[in-house]
Each structure stands twice: as structure tokens, then as C-alpha cells.
Nanobody
Framework: QVQLVESGGGLVQAGGSLRLSCAAS????????MGWYRQTPGKQRESVAG???????NYADAVKGRFTISRDNAKNMVYLQMNSLKPEDTAVYYC???????????????WGKGTLVTVSS
């Protein structure tokens, strides 16, 4: 089994910054893509940013230029630096990882339980 634990959420004023972290632990041979998603009540979970093991990155248009995703492969961690936060960024942010538990198994997607980010106006 693999566990993902997010941290770093909280309350911040508009224009402020937060840094989210996500630690993966458990039966891990390799982690392919890692990503951040967010969800607000009544809406579908949406992709915020993703990064492959090799460093290829993609961002949602809504966060381009404001958010930066990074990862530490040695520590099995992924980060999301969020700057110039807006009230519409308020959401529960979830970490996601595509994990191979052994060299001969396919990847499986795991999710964290989420961390709440609240941006006040």
C-alpha cells in the first residue's frame, strides 16, 4: 500500500502565498507522474498541475504564472508553490501519484486526503 499525505494548507489573504507539500510512503518502487488537483463543493475535481519523473510539467490555465510545481524524487515528495493567490483558488487541494510498487507491476494512482486552502478577499 501507498500513502500520500498533504500539508501546508491554511488561510491566507488574497495576494499571499502558500506552499503545499505531499509525501508519498509505503510500497514504492517508482513514481511516474505526480500532481495536484483541487475541488470545491458542488464541482468536479480539477487538475491544477502535474510533473513527471523526468520533469515535464503542465499547469491549468487558471494558475499559469502563479503556481509552481516541483518534486524531489529521492524523497518521494511533490510541492506546489502558490503565489498571488485569489479567492477563487479556495478549495481542497489533493495530491495524486502514479506509483509502481515493484519493477514488474503497472502503475496505480493513489490520492491523498486533501488539505484545505482558503483565500480571503
Amino acid at each position: 500500500q501507498v500513502q500520500l499525505v498533504e500539508s501546508g494548507g491554511g488561510l491566507v489573504q488574497a495576494g499571499g502565498s502558500l506552499r503545499l507539500s505531499c509525501a508519498a510512503s509505503g510500497s514504492i518502487f517508482n513514481i511516474n507522474r505526480m500532481g495536484w488537483y483541487r475541488q470545491t463543493p458542488g464541482k468536479q475535481r480539477e487538475s491544477v498541475a502535474g510533473i513527471t519523473r523526468g520533469g515535464n510539467i503542465n499547469y491549468a490555465d487558471a494558475v499559469k504564472g502563479r503556481f509552481t510545481i516541483s518534486r524531489d524524487n529521492a524523497k518521494n515528495m511533490v510541492y506546489l508553490q502558490m503565489n498571488s493567490l485569489k479567492p477563487e483558488d479556495t478549495a481542497v487541494y489533493y495530491c495524486n501519484a502514479d506509483v509502481q510498487s515493484t519493477w514488474y507491476t503497472d502503475g496505480r494512482v493513489y490520492w491523498g486526503k486533501g488539505t484545505l486552502v482558503t483565500v480571503s478577499s
